[in-house]
């Protein structure tokens, strides 16, 4: 089972870019990576989902590597309102693209 | 408003006793998941149900138990409460709980959640 690693935390300023970085060493062939995002209190919601090279919808960017042993979201233009918990999920059809680590708590400063 | 209804959205009760959460997923959705998340702590995965049938099983207590029934509504069942089982309880929902790639993405719609206070 490919387990993730994040950083705990990120602190930011409204405006910046912020790239929050997974690591997933043991992802596998069949493995995609899925980002979603928490606010208090909220059940998490979907950002972006991806397999390899990159990924851009409305909300963000994923890049993946050609290795795909890391992945990393992308936003563009942070404001106060994206100050969430973010989340990184490697999985298949069958199993773990539904379990949650302890994510990166990303702090937007004014 | 993610489709997926959770009642009741607060519920307090007392140490011993026993509550049912309530979880109606998203017209057409085949897969529930329940989440457990105490203050301040990550998403506790506890269980998916797929048609009917349980599918994955987490860190679900021996006190804890679900189903799914055959209109897809699931329910969560904790008894003998502890002080420590107050937490938020997330159902979640997806298409298929199958992620077929370029296809469906096996995202997961969360309901509002059910905040749960054991005194």
């Known amino acids: 089972l490919a387990k993730t690693t994040q950083p705990i935390s990120m602190d930011s300023y409204e405006g910046q870019e912020v790239n929050i970085t997974c690591s997933h060493n043991n992802i596998a062939t069949n493995d995609y990576i899925t980002w979603y995002q928490q606010f208090p209190s909220q059940g998490p919601r979907f950002i972006i989902q991806g397999y390899k090279t990159k990924v851009t919808n409305e909300v963000a960017s994923l890049f993946i590597p050609a290795d795909r042993k890391s992945s990393t979201l992308s936003l563009p233009r942070v404001s106060l309102s994206d100050t969430a918990v973010y989340y990184c999920l490697v999985g298949d059809d069958y199993g773990q693209n539904f379990v949650f680590g302890p994510g990166t708590r990303l702090s937007v400063l004014p | ?119």
């Open chain 2, 1 to 119: 408003d993610s489709g997926v209804t959770q009642t009741p959205k607060h519920l307090i009760t007392a140490t011993g006793q026993r509550v049912t959460l309530r979880c109606s997923p998203r017209s057409g959705d085949l897969s529930v998941y329940w989440y457990q998340q105490s203050l301040d702590q990550g998403l506790q995965f506890l269980i998916q149900y797929y048609n009917g049938e349980e599918r994955a099983k987490g860190n679900i207590l021996e006190r804890f138990s679900a189903q799914q029934f055959p209109d897809l509504h699931s329910e969560l069942n904790l008894s003998s409460l502890e002080l420590g089982d107050s937490a938020l309880y997330f159902c979640a929902s997806s298409a298929s709980g199958l992620a077929v790639l370029g296809g469906d993405t096996g995202e997961l719609f969360f309901g509002e959640g059910s905040r749960l206070t054991v005194l």
